[in-house]
């Protein structure tokens, strides 16, 4: 009988593992999914030499795309450079957790 117990609880924790491990996992595949899609939008403006058409159509499609926001902030430097500063703001959820929070990838577009 005791053996039968201990199986038991240890299906039981195997099983809460299970269902923890793959809810960390979606997360974790949210935040790679940000991350790459903030990347093909930093390539996207460096291509079109900061064009504010595509850069709306950016902000546009990001939050299409179920992203919170994009902020593309474009600056000149004193030397007459331009770079930009992109923000992509999205949710990271915890679903089992009940937990909802904002993260941010920031980066620059030379």
């Given at each position: 009988m005791k053996g039968a117990i201990e199986t038991m609880v240890g299906v039981v924790l195997i099983a809460f593992m299970a269902v923890?491990?793959?809810a960390y996992i979606?997360?974790?595949l949210n935040t790679q999914k940000a991350q790459a899609y903030h990347s093909s939008v930093v390539t996207e403006i460096e291509a079109s030499d900061y064009?504010?058409?595509v850069i709306e159509k950016c902000k546009e499609k990001a939050v299409q795309n179920g992203y919170e926001a994009l902020?593309?902030?474009t600056i000149t430097s004193a030397s007459?450079?331009?770079y930009?500063?992109?923000t992509l703001t999205y949710q990271?959820?915890?679903p089992l957790l009940n937990m909802l929070l904002k993260h941010q990838v920031t980066g620059y577009a030379k």
């Open positions: 923890f491990g793959t979606s997360s974790s064009n504010a058409e902020v593309i902030q007459g450079s331009k930009a500063k992109v990271y959820t915890i």
